[in-house]
């Protein structure tokens, strides 16, 4: 595969990074065959490989430390961290208390001495960023992280973060991993563009829309998996299982399955560096593999823009960030004592 440079990091990455959310219990737990899965990625040309450590209860990251021995100087290692690990209040968050003490253990798990890039998997918006970025600061400079970036961002939230370390002199993100599909494109309007302004490296997530995109999924089909607990109304919402029915549609016109053209999109906007493929089988990634070498002419993106409209979601992700001030009620209204007292 070609490489891309990762934002202004000076790291060439592959358009397609291994995500690893399905190694371990979460999706398949044969730990052998998950490593295998890793090494054939590697061997095809992918160098960049993300997890995180909540992932499986944090098992993804035992699985990739096993899958990395002797192979680690070929690999742009990415993970996440601040996701709950507990039911300590303080083993969550981005508080230098705990991303430090995250940061050695996802070390400890992936057994590496350094992380290529580190990256805060949440907004958390009951820590003050620059306490975050401090913290993030002297990871690197003790040399255990390399690069940081963020992830789930709104575009006020990425420049919030870049002012804060300008102005005092902390370290910057250096990349932002958003969800980005056919189907859910709505950062073209503010996210992409600000990554693209501040010369972030982007790593996509959901580019085949957690599974809608690969053709299981069909109007009046019945199916149930995991991922039916995890998006129910993204996978069953009619209107987009109406466009997906379109996509396949011109798919079949193309000559290309739907993975195929869903990847190809993706990698196709100038501002996305890699897409995060996060196969659980190895028939699965060899599918995705396949396509590696798609590209898409202007008349088939042209074609897409009209199925799915750039910068709209077609349906509401079950999985994709909301800002607190809008998804928690009580940031959003005040408390009925006070409105009766006005």
């Not at 960030?321 to 959003?332: C, I, N």
Request: with cysteine.
């Amino acid at each position: 595969m070609r490489t891309r440079l990762l934002g202004r990091t000076g790291i060439r990455v592959s358009p397609f990074c291994l995500g690893t959310m399905m190694f371990g219990a979460a999706g398949n737990a044969d730990h052998d065959e998950c490593v295998a899965m890793v090494h054939r990625a590697l061997d095809s040309g992918i160098n960049i490989v993300d997890t995180a450590d909540v992932y499986s209860g944090s098992e993804s990251e035992v699985i990739l430390g096993k899958a990395l021995k002797g192979r680690r100087d070929d690999v742009v290692l990415a993970t996440k961290g601040n996701g709950r690990m507990g039911g300590d209040p303080n083993r969550v968050g981005s508080s230098r208390r705990w991303i430090t003490t995250a940061v050695e253990d996802s070390l400890r798990r992936l057994q590496v001495d350094h992380i290529d890039l580190y990256q805060i998997h949440h907004p958390d918006p009951d820590t003050d960023v620059e306490e975050t970025l401090g913290a993030l600061t002297d990871l690197l400079r003790s040399g255990k992280v390399r690069a940081i970036g963020a992830s789930n961002s709104t575009a006020t939230e990425i420049v919030e973060a870049q002012w804060t370390s300008e102005r005092r002199g902390l370290a910057r993100y250096r990349t932002e991993q958003p969800p980005y599909s056919i189907l859910n494109r709505a950062i073209e309007r503010d996210v992409l563009p600000t990554c693209q302004s501040y010369g972030l490296g982007t790593l996509v997530w959901g580019p085949l829309s957690m599974g809608l995109l690969t053709g299981k999924y069909r109007k009046g089909h019945t199916i149930q998996n995991a991922r039916m607990r995890w998006v129910p109304r993204h996978l069953t919402d009619a209107h987009t299982l109406d466009v997906v029915e379109r996509l396949l549609a011109l798919a079949d016109e193309v000559g290309t399955p739907l993975t195929r053209l869903a990847m190809a999109f993706t990698i196709a906007h100038p501002a996305v560096t890699s897409a995060i493929i996060g196969p659980r089988t190895p028939a699965q990634l060899e599918d995705l593999l396949a396509g590696a070498d798609t590209v898409l002419g202007e008349d088939v993106l042209d074609q897409l823009d009209v199925i799915a409209p750039p910068g709209a979601d077609i349906g509401l992700l079950d999985v994709s960030p909301s800002p607190l001030a809008v998804s928690e009620v009580a940031r959003r209204r005040r408390p009925v004592e006070e409105r009766a007292a006005a």
